[in-house]
């Protein structure tokens, strides 16, 4: 039993050791597993509170997103109410303006338009939007709304039709029933629809054709200026060719002081209103861009030296002493206008001597180096010791009508127009005109042209030489300038120069070196004449050249023996190395003999046609010193008989005569030359002085062109160069051309 008993007892706390076991390990497993659950429970938490914050960030975004959406789409009305007021805006703008506007898709059909695009086809109700531009034209045209006129209206729809379809149509004017004028600018997109003006330009229009008629009624009256002009110059001239020849002729005659005085002032007066003519003239031509520069070869320097000469007389009068000082290597042939130039040089030089009571005047010409090759720029300046001019009145002195006194009682009369032409001038010829003077102490006016060599001066330009004997010159001037200028010539020709400003040093510096005296003519207390008297005297043989601004004078003074040559001051250059080459002792040999003429060569016959009476008795006076055969022809139809009969050697032409005219006579004696191959100089003599008329004369064959009154010194001059060979001069000691 106790080993039945025992045995059990050993089983029974197995099982409950077991059972113990057992109740362990299930509660450390539910321990476990509630730590687990606990972990779990935290980590879920986490997660639970990690998709919370999730959430609320979601949500808070979600509501930014809300609220953004709601400023946006609160702005975007106010954008949307913004634009309709601008396009409600813009259309009332479009709406109110006079001119019309409308646009049109890429089909070519209205979109909108505004009242005035549409108000030019009040009452018809088929233009409105979504009409075709195909229909409006087909409306216009059938209604009457635009005017076409001649024109055909299919062929009117297609031309315009054509245009439209261009990508960038050109303006089109067209003219309305009721007389309205309309520009169409149309402008095309990228899209192809188009915007289009239709501006009402009617004002432009009849402004436009009111400036066309003033201009033609302003041409009207510019033609019939320049006609009464033409015919106020020809008029003019005339009879003042009678008045200041005849009173020319009249101061060659035997008169006493005071008639001698009244004749001057007769022939004065009358040129001095020619002067005022011509300046009127002149200035109506610039002004009306009429006037044309004709170019020619001519010589610069024998242009000024001619000038001198004319001023001479009042310059000797008053005591003044007129020099040029002209750049001794400087070229004289040029290309260009000489007419004007010397215009330019006579208005210049003019006021210098009439704004100079004591002292000098002179031009001075010197060359700088030309842009263009072949050319040389010129220099040109008038230098004097006169008034001078006003600081305040210098910057208007090339106005026109300005002058330096202004007063009605002013002491140098005038036209005012002078130097306004002669800047005018200039700048037409592309050069620059300029002044600097100081009140009290003289001006200097200048201008600077550019002009063409002429071709004798492209390659060889001028060659001065002194003749082989000429070592050392004594030069006697009392002018200071003048002085300089012969001093700085002969210096620059390597000759040994003296200068003395009296004939009292003269003789003090004379020495057996000098080969050469030239002397000032007018000078005090010993003149030039008496101070070669006295080199002679006293054994000097040097040759001595006088300079003399009266050659007349000297011709007439007893002493003239002891002159070797006499010169006029101022002299070109030419005539001075001219005079020295013919001077004795210096060069042997070159002074050639005056040439023989046989007693049997005819006499040179001229013809002359004139329907003025006054003017024929001019006209013979003038050259009645001449040896010539002088026949006069009272119209063209005699002037071509007399030619036929009388074989002249030359013509000079009236323009203006009855029954055949200057020109018509001309072109006759032309016709006659052409079948015997001669050519006979004919020179026109006409009151014609308007712009064109020397062209319009010349061009009937016609060789030189004088205008009224006319000059003894340029007839003299035409007769000497028409003397053909073996025809006896016309003057003693001239020889044939």
């Known amino acids: ?124 109700e088929d233009v409105k939007p979504g009409i075709s531009y195909v229909e409006i034209l087909q409306c216009v045209t059938e209604e009457g709304v635009v ?20 990508v960038a149509p050109e303006p089109e004017i067209i003219r309305l029933w009721n007389g309205a004028y309309i520009k169409l600018i149309d402008q095309r997109g990228q899209t192809g ?67 001698l005085l009244y004749a001057n002032t007769i022939k004065n007066s009358g040129e001095a209103l020619l002067v005022i003519i011509n300046d009127v003239l002149d200035y109506s031509k610039i002004e009306a861009e009429k006037l044309v520069l004709h170019e020619e070869p001519f010589d610069l320097e024998r242009c000024i030296h001619e000038l001198i000469m004319l001023m001479q007389v009042n310059a000797r009068d008053k005591g003044i002493d007129l020099l040029v000082d002209y750049d001794l290597f400087l070229p004289t042939r040029f290309v260009g206008d000489p007419g004007r130039l010397r215009q330019i040089m006579t208005n210049l030089l003019g006021n210098a001597v009439k704004f100079t009571e004591e002292g000098h005047v002179m031009v001075r010409v010197v060359g700088v180096e030309a842009e263009t090759e072949g050319a040389a720029r010129l220099h040109v ?53 300029w002044v600097e003077s100081a009140e009290g102490q003289g001006s200097t006016f200048g201008f600077a042209v550019e002009l063409p060599l002429a071709e004798a001066e492209t390659e060889t330009g001028q060659d001065f030489s002194v003749p082989d004997g000429l070592r050392k010159v004594l030069i006697v001037e009392t002018n200071a300038l003048n002085r300089a200028i012969l001093e700085r010539l002969f210096t620059a020709l390597e000759v040994a120069v003296v200068c003395c400003d009296s004939g009292a040093r003269a003789l003090e ?62 002299f070109p250059r030419n005539a001075l190395f001219a005079a020295l080459a013919r001077m004795p002792g210096l060069r042997a040999g070159l002074a ?58 030359i013509v000079f032409m009236d323009i ?16 006659i030359e052409a079948e015997s191959g001669a050519h006979v100089p004919i020179v026109a003599m006409t009151a014609h002085a308007m712009e064109g008329d020397e062209d319009d ?25 028409a003397c053909p060979a073996g025809v006896r001069p016309p003057r003693e000691g001239q020889s044939a051309a």
């Open 592 to 649: 050639d003999a005056p040439p023989s003429h046989a007693a049997t060569q005819r006499v040179m016959r001229v013809l002359a046609a004139e329907d003025n009476k006054t003017n024929r008795l001019v006209f013979s006076k003038m050259v009645k010193a001449m040896d010539i055969d002088l026949k006069f022809a009272v119209n063209g139809e005699e002037a071509v008989a007399f030619y036929r009969s009388f074989r002249p050697d």
């Open 147 to 166: 005017d076409i006129g001649d024109a055909d209206p299919a062929a009117w729809r297609e031309k315009m039709l054509d245009r439209w379809q261009t």
């Open 1 to 124: 039993m106790t080993g039945i008993g025992g045995g059990w007892g050993m089983s029974l706390a197995n099982k409950l050791a077991e059972e113990r076991r057992a109740r362990l390990a299930a509660e450390r497993l539910l321990e476990q597993k509630q730590a687990e659950l606990q972990a779990a429970n935290r980590k879920l938490g986490r997660h639970a509170r990690a998709l919370s914050e999730e959430i609320v960030e979601t949500r808070a975004e979600v509501q930014t997103v809300r609220d953004e959406n709601a400023r946006v789409k609160s702005d975007l009305n106010v954008a949307n109410e913004k634009v309709a007021i601008a396009e409600r805006r813009l259309w009332h703008s479009i709406q109110t303006i006079q001119d019309g506007f409308a646009f049109f898709d890429a089909e070519s059909r209205m979109i909108a338009a505004n009242h005035a695009w549409l108000g030019v086809f009040e009452g018809l």
């Open 656 to 671: 203006s005569m009855p029954e055949m005219d200057g020109k018509e006579a001309a072109r006759a004696i032309r016709q």
């Open 509 to 570: 510096a004379m020495d057996a070196e000098v080969s050469l005296v030239i002397t000032d003519h007018v000078m005090p207390e010993m003149d030039g004449i008496e101070l070669a008297e006295a080199l002679k005297e006293a054994g000097h043989a040097a040759p001595v050249l006088l300079l003399s601004g009266n050659i007349g004078s000297v011709d007439q003074d007893p002493g003239r023996r002891f002159v070797d040559a006499v010169l006029q001051k101022p």
């Open 381 to 433: 300046t008038i230098e004097d010791s006169g008034i001078g001019i006003p600081a305040d009145k210098v910057g208007h002195i090339f106005g026109e009508f300005n002058q330096l006194d202004g007063e009605s009682n002013r002491k140098f009369e005038g036209t005012g127009l002078g130097l306004a032409i002669s800047e005018k001038l200039v700048r037409l010829m592309g050069g620059d005109i």
């Open 697 to 721: 004369i010349l061009s009937v064959g016609i060789d030189h062109y004088l205008s009224k009154p006319l000059s003894k010194q340029t007839l003299i001059e035409h007769v000497l160069a």
């Open 193 to 259: 629809d188009v915007v289009s003006l239709a501006l009402n330009i009617t004002d432009t229009i009849r402004y436009e054709e009111r400036l066309k008629e003033a201009r033609r009624k302003a041409e009207a009256a510019s033609r019939a200026k320049s006609s009464f002009l033409a015919n106020m110059s020809h008029e003019i001239r005339t009879p003042m060719n009678g008045v200041v020849g005849m009173a020319e002729l009249l101061t060659d005659t035997e008169l006493d002081e005071e008639q």
